[in-house]
């Protein structure tokens, strides 16, 4: 290491134009790239140039060139003019975040910058957007200032009432690896008491000093600088990139030359248990604990004899005053991002089904949870990352995995799209056959529009399902129909 970054938060800015003036010229730097993640950039780049177009007051001029290198010249140059109202458009505001988003997966410094710039807009224009302190959260966390990002991540959930993206368990990570680390640097102190001497001045002088000695073939004198230089990153608040780092390279130079196994294994597993949490979050087993896995026969006898009924995240049981009802079967099946007022949706769920890619909900009680996905490598990724400890008692193992293509054995010659979270929960009960009663309440295959908490509002209708299909499956097993319910028993 030569340097060590110390990247804060900005304080200032948060003008629109400048953003979008940033913005234009950022497009301009992307032009050829063949980075795919730069290229998606510049693709938001684009739309946002679009959008902002359609809300900037331009003054009467003749025919103006076509084309996206027109385009970007009159938006460099036009950047000072007065955007259409007093406050941000949504429109224009969706486009930055995009932008924003895309800028933060890029990863590299120059992109960082461009989302920093867009955040500080974002919460000058709005101060209280959910999706703009989520976004600083991000930020701040991909900068490796994790105190701020925690901040950033409370301040988001001061302002909604679900979490959907699981930042409960982000903080309790971020948290939990940062206590670890302190913990592993107590340790390495104690271990190597010289440590103390060295743990003041420039900690890129001190590291360089031990490795010189290390090279030398001096560990005794090398190790005091290294722990040192460990401390003052410690005590500085340096982005957790550059602690993690050299800890990393310490703990191989060490291993190297150390053979004291009793000494040395502690230290190994705090370092693990650091990098797990900051990456993983609050699970505390990864085998998935406090859980009870339950199997494709053992749902068979929990469900059987039982009503059931299954309700839809449409606009339809939004307006229902079906609650009681709802809340009379035995057994209250809902999904994903489903949405919870008493009158019209009942209180109860019993059962969630959700699709492994969304956290909605999941850290909401209730006695089973089936988490569907199709790749079972992402699916148990999904399961250790999401996953909230003590929400569910019981948790649908591989064999509940994906009811349509493992249970019913339908491959894409026989049903081509990716069945939706509904219909592999509907397929997976039609398939045990054990309800007397099995009803769907509001099914109208979004018809009415989405139902959902806040957080997933925004999230489109995905046209990679099949709903014209389900709906005929469904119809074609249906004993009655009315507005509200689709009987299947």
Not at 404 to 414: H, Q
Not at 422 to 450: H, Q, R, T, W
């Amino acid at each position: 290491m030569t340097r060590v970054q110390n990247r804060r938060s900005r304080t200032g800015g948060g003008e629109l134009d400048d953003c979008l003036r940033a913005c234009a010229v950022h497009s301009g730097k992307l032009v050829g790239s063949l980075d795919r993640r730069r290229g998606e950039l510049a693709e938001q780049l684009r739309k946002l140039l679009v959008v902002w177009g359609t809300y900037r007051i331009d003054a009467p001029a003749a025919v103006a060139p076509s084309g996206a290198t027109a385009l970007l010249k009159r938006a460099v140059k036009g950047a000072a003019a007065p955007v259409a109202g007093a406050a941000i458009p949504n429109e224009l505001l969706d486009a930055l975040l995009a932008v924003a988003n895309k800028a933060l997966q890029c990863g590299y410094d120059d992109e960082l910058n461009l989302a920093l710039v867009i955040s500080d807009t974002v919460l000058a224009q709005r101060k209280n957007s959910r999706a703009g302190w989520r976004l600083r959260a991000r930020l701040l966390e991909a900068l490796g200032e994790e105190t701020e990002a925690v901040e950033a991540y409370e301040k988001y959930l001061s302002l909604t009432d679900d979490d959907g993206f699981g930042v409960r368990a982000r903080i309790a990570g971020l948290r939990g690896g940062a206590d670890k680390e302190r913990e592993l640097l107590d340790l390495l102190a104690r271990q190597c008491p010289a440590a103390r001497e060295h743990a003041r001045g420039e900690a890129t002088d001190v590291w360089a000093e031990g490795l010189a000695a290390h090279a030398a073939g001096d560990w005794a004198a090398a190790e005091p600088r290294l722990v040192g230089a460990l401390l003052i990153l410690a005590e500085e608040q340096a982005p957790v990139a550059d602690r993690q780092q050299l800890l990393s390279q310490y703990l191989e130079l060490r291993t190297a030359v150390d053979q004291d196994l009793t000494a040395l294994t502690p230290v190994l597993g705090l370092y693990a248990e650091q990098r797990r949490s900051r990456m993983r979050g609050p699970v505390a087993d990864p085998t998935i604990g406090g859980v009870r896995w339950i199997t494709l026969g053992e749902f068979r006898n929990q469900i059987a004899g039982k009503s059931i009924c299954l309700i839809a995240n449409s606009g339809r049981v939004g307006a229902s005053s079906m609650g009681a009802e709802i809340d009379a079967y035995d057994l209250v099946v809902r999904f994903n991002s489903y949405k919870i007022d008493p009158k019209h949706t009942g209180s109860r769920t019993d059962i969630h089904a959700t699709i492994h890619k969304h956290g909605f909900n999941w850290e909401k009680q209730v006695t089973t949870r089936l988490v569907f996905g199709g790749i079972s490598g992402d699916w148990k990724w999904s399961l250790r990352n999401r996953l909230v400890p003590g929400a569910q008692t019981y948790l649908g193992d591989e064999s509940l995995r994906w009811p349509v293509r493992n249970i019913g054995r339908l491959g894409t010659d026989a049903w081509s799209g990716i069945p939706t979270t509904g219909f592999n929960m509907l397929f997976l009960l039609d398939f045990l056959d054990v309800s007397p009663k099995l009803d769907l309440i509001g099914f109208d295959f979004y018809e009415s529009g989405a139902y959902r908490v806040p957080e997933a509002m925004k999230l489109a209708i995905t046209s990679v399902h099949e709903y014209t299909s389900e709906k005929e499956w469904v119809m074609q097993r249906a004993q009655s129909v009315t507005d509200m319910r689709i009987s299947l028993r």
